[in-house]
Every structure is written in C-alpha cells, then in structure tokens.
C-alpha cells in the first residue's frame, strides 16, 4: 500500500509565521481606522487581510484536518486525543469568528466606512487570542509529535529497503 504523502510540517509551520504576520496587519487595521478613517492604507491592509485568511487560513486548516490529525488520533494516546480535539474545536471557533470578521474586512477594502470601530476592534482581539492559543498548542506538542512519527516512518521504510536490498543480493 502507498504511503500517504503528507503535507511537510515545515511549510505548515511557514503559514503560521505568515498568520503571525498577518495579526499584525489586522492590528495595524484596527490602528489605522481609528487614525486616518477608512483610507487607500486602510483599503489596502483590509483586502490583503481578508484574502489571506478566506484562502491560506481555511486551507491551512483543512490540510490540519485532513492530514495531521488523523495519524495522531490513530494513535489512542489520551492526551493526545484530547489535545486535537482542543484544536478541532479551535478551528471551529475560528471559523465562526471569521464569517464575522470576513465581511467587515471586504466591505473596507471596498471603502465602505459603516463599518463600526469598536465592533471591529472586539473582534479582531478575539479572532487573534484564538490564533494565538491555537498555534501554540500546535508548535509545542502536537507538531513535534507528528514530526517524530515521520522520521519514524521514514527510519522503518529505509531499515525495509535495507533488507530487501540484502535479501536480493
Ligand atoms: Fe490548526
Ligand atoms: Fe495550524
């Protein structure tokens, strides 16, 4: 049976620091409304904002789901179990907070100004404490065990091709 192909942790890693980056910018949204109103500035950062989360979060995601959790899962460890189901439950969270945010940020890029500062400001605290916690609890524990289980993985296939490469000889 084929092996799996499984996203390398190292470029989900790379979208976290990206979605580091991006809580930044929604940051300097949320600065920036409250300075100089809805702006080109504002426009801009509101419409970089939303296309990185409508595009790269939710994929981000669906490749944690589909590809990483289940091997742990697999595994039947408690605390492990309990760990992804904390950061299933996140990414719902996450999504439930995004259909909120994600209207308010594409009405600003289109230079909509009814968007309302102080709601705005909420949610943007909210959506980004979840990130915060949520990719914390990946890159501390459960990362560095699926991480382990690949090299894992890949010491078994290699100690395999090992033998039957003496076998054939
Ligand atoms: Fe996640
Ligand atoms: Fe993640």
Redesign the pocket.
Known sequence: MRREVLPPIER?QG??QR?MTTLQDLEALARRLETGGVDETAQTLAGGIHRFFEEVGRT??DE?ERHIFPALLASADPVLEEQVAQLRQDHGWIEQNWRELSPLLDALSQGHTWVEADLLRTMIEVFTQLHHA??AL?ESMVYPEARRREAEARTQTAQRRAHWTKEAA
Do not use: K
């Open positions: 989900l979208t976290h979605m981000h995601h944690e949520h990719i990946e």
